[in-house]
């Protein structure tokens, strides 16, 4: 808990410390960063236009998403309903616009969640032996069984509802994280500046806080976007073989679970979800592999 | 070696024991009254209490769990809440289908994402690596379900080439048989063979830096020679082991594919199981799987000498 309070307030000294050098320069810095790395580009605008339909969705021409119309079942596309309508006469344009809000809000709180309690669980495993076999050993555990199946298992085991999903896909992602961070940590133990620090007498906490937490900065804000990725793709998976987000609320993956026994008449109820899906994940895909590339070098080097 | 094997083989228990803890720990925390369910609305409590008491629901969670092991070693993995059928027959009746799909696609994966990761490599910064690149990134950022859609769209409604619903058993001739699984098994191969090809790319890229693959080019060595057998040897270490570990996203794939093609395996025993809060049939399905994983990753490991001769334990 400690290490989490301490984490946000630690980016901003050391951006205070770096920044007076490179003021002149900084704006060039940023564009010639931006062109360096045209997928980071993509994959932010991609992210910006996704996160803005779903926060703005009351105002971009949608009416109730659940209103259900019997008279006006499955219409084809047309000036009144954008995407036409699905089986039960809903706006497939209104429940497309209002699906952006689960992805994106499932997608932002489990890479949040996740890096926070993997960073947690990592950073206990790293601080001493007997804790790092015992953890471990759990994680493993968790590991041995496939993501989905076991967001599949925990699904089914507790009532679904968004949180239940943000829940189950969070326990899924959290041991992926935690090995990374651990792997990081264990490596910058044997550094030559923590022997410094050690030797200069600096305290356990405080060489956690001040010398190796900003090192896992970048590491993490790549497993974040891993996370922000998987995390899309189970919510909608689940969701499509009805297992995550209750019906009755509009989610990409109930959407095309809707559409799925009418598809091969009419392929545009299963498709233009699918659509939408698949750009965002492409879009966090696209952000994450750019971070990459740009925060390790060594993988650069190589593409 | 031997040495080696052994110590592996004696953590398989632990951590098969942690996995059996996990799906166990999922049930006692399940809400809902499995008792309840048997006996129906109808019920006294006492008839409840009863059927409570002839489950062992009324022990404490050690017990129970022990109890719950001891029948997991014995091959028990329970009854079916709502088929009222022991689950390893109900698995047992449900895992051809499977382990054809998973068979299938690991196959057709491994023979595409390979030889593309080696030609990417091979081409780096030409066109085709930047296509072959551009493809693994979509690749991976669609679901399941969205190819098997497509898929099915474009090769069965349009084209009318492949059907898209069903599974036909070998025993019924090998040709409905493969014509059924080869639109399933592309679905789920898809971001595995994505993740694949950029592993082998990545991979090769390291090894083809090297000095050796310089002196094989300089006495004369064809790129076939090269990339075969000097370069992708050496680079197959992080291969095999993605191969390996990736085995884990066809498994949960599975659940989804079996879903869009409508095939009568393990997937669709799962989500009638979820459907009707069936739990001993989802703990028996996860635990099968993760067992399954578990031991193809202790075989990857011990493949590694074989790959790798200078790999010793």
New interface residues.
């Given amino acids: 808990m400690n290490h989490q309070a301490h984490s946000s307030s630690m980016a901003a000294p050391l951006q205070a410390v770096e920044l007076p050098i490179r003021r002149a320069k900084s704006e060039w810095r940023v564009l010639r960063f931006l062109k360096r790395h045209p997928q980071i580009v993509a994959g932010s605008l991609i992210l910006l236009v996704v996160t803005l339909v779903a926060i703005f969705a009351p105002l971009l021409g949608t009416v109730d998403p659940r209103a259900i119309s019997v008279t006006k079942r499955l219409r084809p596309p047309s000036a009144e309903f954008w995407f036409g309508t699905d089986a039960l006469g809903r706006d497939l344009y209104s429940r497309v616009v209002y699906g952006a809000r689960i992805s994106v809000g499932v997608s932002v709180s489990c890479a949040f969640l996740s890096c926070v309690g993997g960073s947690i669980v990592g950073m206990v495993s790293a601080s001493g032996r007997w804790a790092d076999s015992v953890v471990m050993?759990?994680m493993?555990?968790?590991m041995?069984?496939?993501?989905?199946?076991?967001a599949?298992?925990?699904?089914?085991?507790?009532?679904g509802s968004v949180g239940t999903v943000i829940a189950a896909i969070t326990v899924v992602e959290i041991p992926r994280v935690a090995r990374v961070i651990r792997s990081v940590m264990l490596a910058l133990r044997e550094m030559p500046f923590v022997e410094a620090a050690v030797a200069a007498g600096s305290t356990t906490p405080k060489i956690f806080v001040r010398h190796l937490l900003p090192a896992v900065v970048s590491p993490l804000t790549v497993q974040a976007t891993f996370v922000g990725?998987a995390a899309i793709?189970i919510e909608?998976?689940l969701s499509?073989?009805?297992?995550g987000t209750p019906p009755t609320i509009p989610s990409w993956g109930n959407i095309?679970a809707d559409g799925k026994a009418l598809?091969?008449v009419k392929?545009h109820l299963?498709?233009i979800p699918?659509v939408f899906?698949?750009v965002t994940?492409?879009g966090?895909?696209?952000l994450g592999?750019g971070l990459r590339d740009a925060l390790d070098p060594r993988?650069a080097e190589?593409? | 070696m031997v040495y080696y094997v052994f110590r592996r083989l004696l953590m398989l228990p632990p951590v098969t024991l942690i996995v059996a803890f996990i799906v166990f720990g999922l049930l006692y925390i399940t809400p809902g009254d499995p008792a309840a369910m048997i006996a129906g609305d109808q019920a006294t409590p006492e008839e409840v209490e009863r059927i409570r008491v002839s489950m062992g629901l009324d022990q404490p969670f050690y017990i129970r769990f022990a109890f719950w092991v001891w029948q997991l070693m014995n091959g028990d993995l329970g009854t079916s809440i709502f088929a009222n059928q022991p689950v390893v027959q109900m698995i047992g009746q449900r895992i051809g289908p499977t382990f054809s799909l998973l068979t299938m696609s690991l196959a057709i994966s491994v023979a595409i994402a390979v030889p593309v990761g080696v030609a990417a490599a091979w081409q780096r910064g030409h066109a085709i690596d930047r296509i072959i690149t551009a493809l693994t990134v979509l690749a991976f950022s669609l679901p399941v379900f969205v190819v098997g859609y497509l898929l099915a769209f474009s090769f069965s409604t349009s084209l009318h080439w492949l059907p898209a619903q069903g599974y036909v058993p070998l025993a019924e001739g090998f040709v409905p048989y493969i014509s059924h699984l080869i639109l399933p098994s592309l679905t789920l191969g898809v971001s595995y063979a994505a993740i694949l090809a950029r592993t082998t790319r990545a991979s090769m890229l390291d090894v083809l830096t090297q000095d050796y693959v310089r002196t094989a080019v300089a006495k004369g060595a064809g790129p076939r020679v090269i990339l075969y057998k000097h370069a992708l040897r050496n680079a197959s270490v992080p291969i095999v082991t993605v191969i390996s570990i990736g085995i884990a996203t066809l498994m949960g794939g599975s659940v989804i594919t079996e879903s869009v093609f409508s095939i009568p395996g393990l997937g669709r025993l799962t989500l009638d199981a979820i459907l009707h809060r069936d739990y001993p049939v989802i703990q028996g399905v996860v635990l099968l799987f993760s067992a399954s994983y578990v031991a193809i990753n202790l075989i990857t490991d011990l493949a590694y000498t074989i790959v790798d001769p200078r790999i010793r334990y």
């Fill in positions: 050993r759990v493993d555990g968790f041995s069984i496939p993501s989905m199946l076991l599949i298992a925990l699904m089914a085991a507790t009532r990725s793709i909608a998976s499509f073989i009805g297992a095309m598809w091969q392929p299963v498709f699918a899906l698949g994940i492409l966090v895909n696209l592999d993988m190589r593409s």
